[in-house]
């Protein structure tokens, strides 16, 4: 979560989305900005202590290394190697050309996978799918990490170089090898690259008046339009609400401080930011009495900084219930800097606590009501490089027979291998679909078994996380 502009995730969308708030607007002067602008003090004795030995390596390499050095290469390497030995996941430098995108994707839509990424244990490591991108579509999870794209092996890259090789063009193919947890076998993913359209708040009032928003980043625009949401569904005469905060990512501080300050009851702590000295400063809701009706609030492995953020207020501050699964883990606040020649540094500048002052990072939040989901959620719809067949034993047929037991065909089996009583259920899937019923998973199956699928993850009454939120809300509906 930043103090300003959006998780460097949104790069696989093409580029990283960056507010025109800087952090000094958020915090305050004197706050975390005003320690990354000064220089000549205590910080930089150690660089001047040092300076002679910088200058004798720039020198020998300009002079004797036997091919073409460029200045700025050089510079932009000193910095990028000195962010590197921090050895931080949100920390990064960026050269002018990447910062260049950096800053100038405000747009409404972008062209990419629609993913958010960290570095985890050297691992390019997804944080959560955008919902209805490519990247959930074709079965991404959270915490499944990338170890190969087109072929090409991401061994030894940085954060934003790996995200150069997973990027492109809408209509393009990125041919994932992934390795997901609790799986020895490599999963074999390919996403088409589309147009990914940031509308970050949906609502909807369901069955005996429970509100549901889902928002799905902390972006620009996410404050005003949960605020229009919110309102409708009161007039609207909601008794109950759920906050739907899966599979989101994060984004900008303002954006979650503004939501909070709506739904924190009392004019309590939403959280705190702790920076290197200690120094703690809070940020306090402004509604002075608790809303009439129950709030819950759902997440999952993929929710993430901001919305770990809400989900801390919501359940210290407000006593409100957190239902779901134990979020990512990022307790982190990173603030960006420009150079004059238009690069940029991005540095992790100070932790965030929650109301009661603990720390998450790589905890989490722990739900009130735990509830997981079954294991056909972790499937990846089979892909149609290859025809899937009896006597097959193959990572893609254990996929195939969760998805095949999600939708209510029995496979027989979940272990990957292909016997007769998987052959049967494909048949039954294929004789359903109106296919022709050959018992083999050829392009036509497998596109229709990915529709299925689909279509069943986002019918609500196979939501077991979000039926729960409702009977939890229910509960305390007077």
């Known amino acids: 979560m930043y103090m300003r502009g959006r998780t460097v995730a949104l790069l696989l969308v093409c580029a990283v989305l960056f507010s025109s708030l800087t952090t000094a607007a958020v915090i305050g002067d004197g706050g975390l900005l005003s320690q990354v602008t000064g220089s000549g003090g205590q910080e930089t004795q150690g660089l001047d202590r040092n300076m002679d030995k910088l200058r004798e390596a720039y020198g020998l390499i300009q002079s004797q290394y036997i091919g073409e050095v460029k200045e700025q290469q050089l510079i932009d390497g000193a910095i990028r190697g000195m962010v590197e030995s921090l050895d931080d996941p949100y920390s990064t430098y960026m050269d002018k050309n990447m910062a260049k995108q950096f800053h100038t994707s405000l747009e409404s839509s972008f062209q990419g996978i629609g993913a958010e990424v960290t570095m985890k244990n050297g691992r390019v490591t997804i944080v959560s799918p955008f919902k209805d991108s490519p990247a959930e579509k074709a079965g991404l999870r959270p915490e499944d990490q990338i170890h190969k794209v087109n072929g090409e092996s991401l061994e030894g890259m940085d954060l934003n170089e790996a995200v150069e090789k997973i990027k492109g063009p809408k209509g393009s193919e990125a041919k994932l090898e992934v390795v997901r947890p609790g799986q020895s076998e490599v999963v ?95 940020y306090k809701s402004k509604l002075k009495e608790k809303k009439e009706y129950p709030i819950v609030i759902l997440t999952d492995k993929g929710s993430a900084s901001a919305s770990e953020i809400l989900a801390g207020a919501l359940q210290e501050a407000g006593g409100y219930p957190v239902v779901g699964q134990t979020s990512f883990g990022k307790g982190t606040v990173q603030t960006a800097k420009d150079f004059q020649d238009g690069s940029n540094i991005k540095l992790t500048m100070a932790k965030w606590l929650t109301p009661e002052g603990n720390w998450i990072n790589e905890k989490g939040i722990k739900p009130d009501v735990e509830v997981e989901m079954p294991d056909y959620y972790q499937a990846t719809p089979p892909q149609s490089d290859q025809p899937l067949k009896r006597d097959m034993s193959d990572p893609q047929v254990r996929n195939l027979q969760l998805l095949l037991e999600g939708l209510g065909f029995r496979p027989g089996r979940t272990d990957g291998y292909f016997n007769e009583q998987t052959e049967t259920a494909v048949k039954a899937f294929q004789k359903t679909h ?42 305390e509906i007077k």
């Open 434 to 475: 109106k296919l022709s019923m050959t018992g083999e998973v050829d392009e036509k199956t497998a596109l229709q078994l990915q529709d299925a699928f689909i279509e069943m993850m986002r019918d609500p009454e196979n939501d077991l996380q979000l039926r729960v939120g409702v009977e939890t809300v229910k509960k």
């Open 188 to 282: 074999k993913v390919t996403v088409i690259r589309d147009e990914i359209p940031i509308e970050t708040v949906r609502s909807e009032l369901m069955d005996d008046k429970v509100g549901h928003i889902e928002i799905s980043q902390f972006s620009e625009d996410t404050a005003e339009e949960f605020t229009k949401q919110l309102k409708k569904l009161e007039e609207d005469g909601m008794k109950g609400l759920i906050i739907d905060v899966r599979g989101n990512p994060g984004g900008l501080l303002p954006a979650v401080l503004e939501i909070g300050e709506q739904l924190i009851p009392n004019e309590k702590v939403i959280m705190m930011t702790e920076d290197k000295s200690g120094n703690r400063v809070s």
